[in-house]
Structure formats: C-alpha cells, structure tokens
C-alpha cells in the first residue's frame, strides 16, 4: 500500500461546483498534513496546511481524520482558474521529509 | 519565502551524456532536496544535500549516477550522468520555507530534461 494514495481523477466540473478530494494516509504516526498546488508544466505551491481542528482559507477548506487516516479539501464555488493538479502532502512524525501523493487533476470547464 | 532559481529550464539530451543542474537560493539554508517528477507520477525524493558532507541519497537513488555538490549555504548541483531515455523528468530542488511554517517547501521552477 502507497503511503499517500489519491484518486488521480480527472475531476471535471463546471464553474460554481463544489468538489471534494480526499486523500489517504499510511502511517498513523503521520503529523504534519498539507495540500499543495501544481499548474501544468510549474512547480507545486503550498495551497494550505490542515491542521487537526481543520482550517479554511476563502473557498477552500481542509479538514483532517485521523481516526480514518484521511485528509480532505473542498473547494466551494470553482473557477476556472481552479483547474490545477492538488497534491496531498504528509510529513511522518520526527521526519522533516515529506511524501507526496501522485496528485489529484481538476478541471473546472465553463 | 525563499525565492529558488534553478537552471536550465529545460534541455534536450543525447543518451551517454551527463547534464548538471544548478539550483541557487536567495538566503542560506541548511539542508537542500532534490526531486524527480515523472510524466504523471508524484515527486520522488532523490537526494538531500547539506554543507559541508556529503549528499543522503534514497533508497533507489546513487550517489554515482546523480553526483550532488553542495559548497556551500545559497547553492547546490545535480548532475544526472550517462543518461538514458528513462532519465527524462522534470528535476526539481526544494528548501523549507520557515516563513510558511514547519516542514513547507518552496521549490524550483524545475528543470525539464528530455533525453534522446
């Protein structure tokens, strides 16, 4: 099993949709969650960090379970310039390193 | 953030060749990473390089086919020797970005490497 696995998608949705990621973690030991942005042919970006009482930043949200060893990002009221892959992102705990999931593609079309 | 210049861009490569990338930070860092990224794949560490020792390299990673110099706290190398089409792949260096919080990154613009 990956230690960070992610639905590749595509994800296509029109402008104004909410969508939801999902991504699931191995290791229950895993401290530090993030999700990072990556336009085509540019580096990933961090988009947001999630914290354990969740956190939102505009439209995005992020929420953690680590019950379920899950993190989530919704994003509510899409915009075209959403279109991006999101990466979801774990640091183990102690580990300064993180690993990175393959990344989720959304599309968000007119 | 720290602000990542990393060069070249990209580059087109005969097989048998090797091709360095250079990777230059705007203030000093301890500890330098370098990623792969491969045609829709996740980013795979190679290797982090610190001042003044020699580079960790991964699990699948050698120290023979992806020499790493780091001399000194704004700047490292990654060379990619005696290439071959497997090779290509987007190269990317990475440092923490303290301003973000624990554990972010800030990468490179990357360096995109096709190999012939």
């Known amino acids: 099993r990956k230690e960070v696995e992610q639905d590749p998608g595509p994800f296509n949705v029109p402008e104004g949709a909410t969508v939801a990621f999902n991504c699931t973690y191995s290791?229950?030991?895993?401290?530090?969650f993030f999700w990072y942005r990556q336009d085509c042919r540019k580096e990933p970006k961090l988009l947001m960090s999630v914290y354990s009482s969740g956190n939102e930043d505009g439209r995005f949200t992020a929420q953690l379970n680590r019950a379920s060893q899950y993190i989530s990002l919704l994003i509510r009221d899409s915009k075209l310039s959403d279109s991006a892959t999101y990466l979801c992102?774990?640091?183990?705990?102690?580990?300064?390193?993180?690993?990175f999931g393959r990344g989720t593609s959304l599309i968000v079309h007119p | 953030s720290a602000v990542i210049s990393q060069k070249p861009s990209r580059d087109i490569c005969q097989r048998g060749t090797s091709l360095t990338i250079q990777c230059q930070v705007d203030s000093q860092v301890t500890m330098m990473f370098w990623y792969r990224q491969q045609p829709g794949q996740s980013l795979t560490l190679i290797a982090t390089?610190?001042?003044?020792?020699?580079?960790?390299?991964e699990s699948g990673f050698v120290i023979d086919k992806f020499p790493i110099s780091r001399p000194n706290l704004t700047f490292s190398t990654l060379t990619v020797s005696n290439m071959s089409p497997e090779d290509s792949s987007i190269y990317l260096c990475s440092v923490h970005d303290r301003g973000a919080g624990a554990n972010v990154l800030t990468f490179g613009a990357g360096s995109r490497l096709t190999v012939l």
């Open positions: 992102v774990v640091n183990r705990q102690g580990s300064y390193i993180p690993t």
């Open positions: 390089a610190n001042q003044g020792s020699e580079a960790t390299y």
């Open positions: 290791n229950s030991a895993s401290q530090s």
